[in-house]
């Protein structure tokens, strides 16, 4: 049902927008702040202090002479420990020196009884024909495991670090050297020597700090392997070995120098740590 007009509730007249008594810019507090006090307070306060400025230049130079005589003091014990420091490397180099030289008499040694060796059980052996099969059958053996020198055509490798190499991976490691007789080995190879130290099954590579060692000898750059078998199809077996695509890798994307060539005759000598270390006499 509708009204009738005079019926209807007067319209309510609309209330004024209330005035609210937070100021405008309320929310601008911190940037009318920094504009209002461009400068902190407490640099006005130590300002007004006159006699804190030279206190803090004294301490400040107090801490620096201090400084400046720890310094000293730590430059004065390095000059005066430099002699001894001297003399101790010295005295190493000395030792370290004397022992190789006492290794290599050893290792003459050990040569000289490992002929004595070979001497005797050749006279041991006899003249009947199981004695001559099996002096054959050592004759035989005695190149491949190192017992005795040896020559031959072969190749020559000579592998380096990286002529501007700064990183650790740019150096040759104890582990390159390592791939790459195993992978002489796996190419045909019947004996391998570094830097004429000729290696065997028991020959142990190793780094000794920032050297690499071969039966605990230190070796000097650049490394030169040399291989004695087939000139014509070792280098071609060598490259398509894992070994080769190793050092191809060091080689190209290390710098690291890697130079194979063929050499006509190459003479390898006896691994002088390769020795008898067990025997069972027979009645």
Known sequence: MTLP???RAPSATPAPPRQSSRPVDASMDLLLQVLRVPVDPDYAVVAARGDAG??????LAGVALAVGALFSVAA???????????SERR??????????TEQDQLRSRATVLSDDITTLRAAALGDDASSQTLQ???NQLAPLVGDTAVHGPGVQIVVD??????DERDRVLDLDLQILANGLWQSGAEAVAVNGHRLSNLTAIRNAGDAITVDYRSLTRPYRVEAIGDPRTLPAALAESSAGAWWHDLASNRGMRFEVGPVDDLALPADPGLMLRWAKGTS
């Open 54 to 59: 030279p206190r803090r230049h004294w301490a």
């Open 161 to 166: 670090d990286a002529a501007a190499g700064t």
């Open 136 to 138: 054959r059958r050592v």
């Open 5 to 7: 007009p005079e019926s």
């Open 91 to 100: 005295e190493l180099i000395t030792r370290v020196q004397a022992a190789e």
């Open 76 to 86: 004065l014990q390095t000059t005066r420990a430099a002699p001894d420091l001297q």
